[in-house]
């Protein structure tokens, strides 16, 4: 292989369409995962995860000879930190498999290279970093460009967003700002916004806290609206028709690897003012409770009307419409709570983004609606929309699918 320019270490969600992309602008990206599963898999032109364009454009990167993907990384001149930022117990966040990654390319570091993390991070990570690689190679000191660079993309339309949407720089001098504007300018079409690494951090734990607080927002109406007999779905296009006013959408409850997670890294770290945020996280959580309680009773019910056991369809596990992707999913927390209730009922479980699952046994979205007596939606998948209602079926539409346009 040629000398790679870049060397991405994380080729997950964020981290294989960045590389596609770069080695679509003809640079060298050497890509770097734990996981030989997945170096093998991209290395044979293919893709471990679901989205859309993303599977051509690893394919040309490959055939190509512009990606190349290995459990290890080399020498190049520009790295990429794309790795997990998960929470531990007690909502604190992890930042180790960061620093595991900057750990395994000290040893390649040398003179002008380019450091950047993407990872969600809390605040201080870049400078803590940037601390552990100085302390291990004091010789490089000041003479790297260390930045930090949020990825803002949804998942579902990673391909265009990665390179239609702005993006916030911050180094942590002014020199590696610069530096990272450099890089990031060839290949994203959206403007960059310069800025330091703390500001860029806290940029985009605000982002998905925000959207997070939106949400909660959303789901409480949807609680009370549940109690004041009043359609929520109606309620919020009538409220949205105010110039000033733009509720989003209640549902299941928020899941996800971002917006479930990245609140709680504010609330760890600020918790005496961190109020709103952190009771949106509450808010949010107990919504996916509140829908497993709603099954339950519809259960019962069912079972005192009609002197039976009901069979029950459980419509979708993954954490938003039409992805494959179950990671913090409201939906799956929901079934694995109905199950844990289960007394002799019929359960359908239903993903049809997935085709197997090693807990859960997957049915057929027509013949688990066709069969159950109480069907529950959980995800507004785009195959559900068409299903024909039948005056028979208990229906609990978590996320609206019933009253979208
Ligand atoms: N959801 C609702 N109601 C809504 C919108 C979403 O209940 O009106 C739920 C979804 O069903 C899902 C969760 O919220 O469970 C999150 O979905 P999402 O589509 O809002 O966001 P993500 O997690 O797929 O992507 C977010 C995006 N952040 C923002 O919109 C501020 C994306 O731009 C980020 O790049 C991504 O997080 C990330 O990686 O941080």
Redesign the pocket.
């Known amino acids: 292989m040629n000398k790679p320019e870049v060397v991405m270490i994380g080729l997950g969600?964020?981290g294989l369409p960045t590389a596609a992309l770069i080695a679509q602008n003809k640079t060298h990206v050497h890509g770097v995962d734990i996981n030989p599963k997945v170096v093998e898999t991209i290395n044979a032109g293919k893709i471990h995860i679901i989205e859309p364009e993303l599977d051509t454009a690893v394919a040309n990167a490959v055939k190509e000879g512009y990606l190349k993907a290995s459990i290890t990384p080399i020498m190049a001149s520009t790295y990429l930190i794309v790795v997990p930022t998960p929470f531990k117990a007690k909502n604190e966040p992890d930042t180790s498999f960061v620093e595991a990654a900057t750990r395994a390319i000290l040893p390649l570091l040398k003179p002008e290279d380019l450091y950047i993390i993407e990872s969600?991070s809390p605040v201080g990570t870049t400078e803590k970093m940037m601390h552990l690689i100085y302390s291990e190679r004091p010789e490089l000191k000041g003479q790297l460009h260390i930045a930090y660079c949020?990825?803002?993309?949804?998942?579902?339309n990673v391909m265009y967003?990665l390179v239609h949407?702005d993006r916030v720089i911050g180094g942590v001098d002014v020199k590696a700002t610069e530096k990272a504007m450099a890089f990031y300018q060839q290949f994203i079409k959206g403007s960059l916004h310069k800025t330091n690494a703390r500001t860029a951090e806290m940029c985009?734990l605000v982002?998905?806290s925000?959207?997070?607080v939106?949400?909660a927002f959303?789901?409480e109406l949807s609680l009370i609206c549940d109690k004041a007999d009043i359609n929520v779905w109606e309620l919020i296009k009538l409220a949205n028709k105010h110039p000033r006013v733009n509720i989003?959408?209640?549902?299941?409850?928020?899941?996800?690897?971002?917006?479930?997670v990245?609140p709680y890294f504010i609330v760890s770290d600020y918790p005496m003012e961190s109020k709103i945020i952190g009771t949106a996280r509450e808010v949010?959580n107990y919504k996916s409770f509140w829908c497993a309680e709603k099954v339950q009773t519809a259960k019962l019910e069912f079972e005192l009307k009609h002197g039976r056991k009901p069979s029950i369809a459980l419509m979708g596990l993954a954490?938003?419409?039409n992805i494959d992707d179950l990671r913090e999913?409201?939906a799956k927390y929901i079934t694995q709570k109905v199950l844990q209730n289960a007394n002799n009922e019929e359960y359908f479980i239903v993903e049809p983004n997935i085709t197997e699952h090693k807990v859960f046994k997957i049915t057929n979205y027509k013949e688990a609606f066709e069969k159950a007596d109480i069907i529950a939606f959980l995800?507004a998948h785009k195959e559900f929309k068409n299903l024909k209602l039948k005056e028979n079926k208990v229906v609990l539409d978590f996320?609206g699918i019933l009253n979208q346009n």
Do not use: M, W
């Open positions: 969600y964020i969600t949020p990825e803002r993309v949804l998942p579902g967003e949407n985009k982002e998905n925000s959207r997070d939106q949400i959303a789901n989003l959408q209640p549902g299941c409850g928020v899941g996800g690897h971002c917006i479930a990245d949010n954490f938003k419409p999913s409201p995800v996320c």
